[in-house]
């Protein structure tokens, strides 16, 4: 069975462009979910979505957004890019019905210049 | 709010020692409880989770027991290799938001031969 999988692995943006990035879930899994990796503030929840409605939501601007398509697969976009948002980006997928374990990807290293 | 608080490391060992890494939570009802690890330059691996009270994950010879009483999800080994350096993060889902997982800060092992 595949893993979770994240494109791109690596990224170098310019400050105020913007950026997508992609994450395809584990086959059957319905709820991916995003976090921010910084060596200042760990890991921090960006958002889940579940058959396509995001469900969760944590406590960043409105710069950061995703979607999520019929077959599961979700991108989040974070546009008007700040120095700041340079992090790993991870996706993890799950069935998310009774806390159920989610599954990371390798993550989006992305670099803010 | 739900919030999961882990030791601070780096933690030393030398190859063959024991590894205790606490870690206790704050969550409303009966939330889940996970132990991932992050080896470098990767995402997050599932190491064991636990769903219920008194219930014991264990995995790799890893073993964390949760303990509602003490809100506690230690994280143990009897004997660490140097394959078992890297960071480990002690999470939890809770009821009200099943998709979301909510990260302790993270606890670095260095293991020595």
């Known amino acids: 069975k595949a893993g979770v999988t994240q494109t791109p692995r690596y990224l170098i943006k310019t400050r105020g462009q913007q950026v997508t990035l992609s994450c395809s879930p584990i086959s059957g899994h319905r709820s991916v979910s995003w976090y921010q990796q910084t060596p200042g503030q760990g890991l921090q929840f960006l958002f889940e979505y579940f058959s396509e409605t995001q469900r969760n939501k944590g406590n960043f601007p409105g710069r950061f957004s995703g979607r999520q398509f019929s077959n599961s697969r979700s991108e989040m976009n974070v546009s008007t890019l700040e120095l700041g948002d340079s992090a790993l980006y991870l996706c993890?997928?799950?069935?998310?019905?009774?806390?159920?374990?989610?599954?990371f990807g390798q993550g989006t290293r992305l670099t803010v210049v | 709010g739900n919030s999961v608080t882990q030791m601070e490391g780096p933690v030393t060992l030398s190859e063959e020692a024991f590894l205790t890494i606490n870690c206790t939570y704050t969550?409303?009802?009966?939330?889940?409880l996970f132990w991932y690890v992050q080896y470098p330059g990767e995402g997050l691996q599932l190491l064991l989770k636990?769903?219920?009270?008194?219930d014991k994950g264990s995995n790799k010879g890893f073993e964390a027991t949760y303990r509602k009483e003490t809100t506690s999800f230690h994280l143990e080994k009897g004997s660490v290799q140097v394959s078992d350096s890297a960071v480990y993060f002690c999470a939890l889902s809770a009821a009200d938001s099943w998709g979301k997982l909510q990260f302790g800060a993270g606890t670095q092992v260095v293991v020595t031969p």
């Open positions: 993890a997928s799950s069935l998310a019905t009774g806390g159920d374990e989610a599954f």
């Open positions: 969550a409303t009802g009966y939330p889940s």
């Open positions: 636990a769903t219920k009270a008194d």
